[in-house]
């Protein structure tokens, strides 16, 4: 199996590390845990550096193993969970929608994200982050087109339930009215 040369994976590294962590950021909704999730997926890629041949290859390969990382973890989570060393611990503010109005815009759709499962999660940043169509996230995920459509749908509807609605002030209901039947 052919091992690559130092400079080669450094250079793979400095040139696909940011944008594979801002992906792993919009899955898991921190940034260090998006740091280390993106090491992972380079020291897989390190190890089957053999059987990745081409660059779309290595492009597939990290983007599928950095997803199925993030799942893994989130599924594992509070088994391998850090305990904290002191009784101390900073203070986390709730995301709640009531506290939107001091949070920026993509504040606010990552703590979105991060209340959807892992699923669908992955494939809303696969389909409208990385801007990939049907087919591919399907194939990066390993699951069917069917799949990746409902849990689009899906994940759009839990979105639109939890995000504010832009055109909307905020304190105003939104009033339906049935029109009469000729």
């Not at 993030?70 to 101390?88: L, N, T």
Request: net charge positive; glycine share 4%.
């Amino acid at each position: 199996m052919r091992r690559p040369d130092d400079r080669e994976f450094t250079q793979l590294v400095a040139a696909r590390s940011l944008a594979l962590r801002r992906m792993a950021y919009l899955m898991c909704g921190d940034w260090n845990q998006a740091e280390d999730l993106v090491q992972v997926a380079f020291i897989k890629l390190h190890t089957a550096w053999g059987r990745v041949r081409t660059e779309q290859g290595v492009d597939a390969y990290l983007r599928t193993t950095l997803l199925r990382v993030c799942i893994d973890e989130k599924r594992r989570a509070h088994w391998r969970r850090e305990q904290p060393s002191s009784d101390a611990m900073p203070d986390i503010a709730a995301v709640h929608d009531s506290t939107v109005a001091g949070m920026s815009d993509r504040d606010v759709v990552v703590a979105a994200l991060r209340r959807l499962p892992p699923g669908q999660r992955a494939v809303l940043v696969l389909r409208f982050y990385d801007d990939q169509d049907i087919e591919s996230t399907a194939r990066l995920l390993g699951i069917s087109t069917g799949t990746v459509k409902s849990q689009t749908a899906r994940g759009l509807a839990a979105m639109r339930s939890i995000l504010p609605d832009p055109a909307r002030p905020a304190g105003e209901e939104l009033v339906t009215t049935k029109r009469e039947q000729p």
